[in-house]
């Protein structure tokens, strides 16, 4: 598969406050402005991947979806692939309701996932999340040699529609090795 990923980041936050009198120097203002640019080319190893896999669905009310990296989830052609090195992935609420999504945690029962142990340097214990209300999204990039290694055992992304009354509609993207 020919690989070419290019991401690009921009973020712009501007904030002004006027302190005293309105002159033009008692006027501060704060920009912002942050940019990543980075890619990844086809194949493994440093600043490589070769598999993109991308799924989007719903969640009822108050229930979990896992996306299973470990020989179940399909590439463009419907073979299922065992993501081993996952070097980004991306998670957007995309609901029309006000349902919350909670990235990661342990309250599916199966124990430590690939979330818990990316983003803690001790154990995990399963109360590791992210929470998307709708709209918000998350991603994290990791184009080291070994990305996130996803192994039996650690290789889940827990999705799990917090409010209990609402059904969330989320869009993921893994892109690694296989």
Known sequence: ?????????????????????????????????????????????????????TISGGIGAGLIVDVDLDGVVADVFGATVTMLNVKAFFVKNTSTTDAVILVGGGSNGLGLNAFDTWITQTVADGSEQVRLPKNAAMMIWNPTVAGYVSTTGQHLLSLEEETTTDVAAYEVMVIGEV
């Open 1 to 53: 598969m020919d690989l070419a990923t290019i991401l690009k980041l921009e973020i712009t936050a501007t904030a002004s406050t006027a302190v005293g009198t309105v002159l033009a120097d008692t006027n501060p203002r704060a920009v912002l402005i942050a940019r990543f640019i980075d890619s990844l080319v086809d194949g493994t190893g440093l600043d490589s991947a070769n598999q993109v896999y």
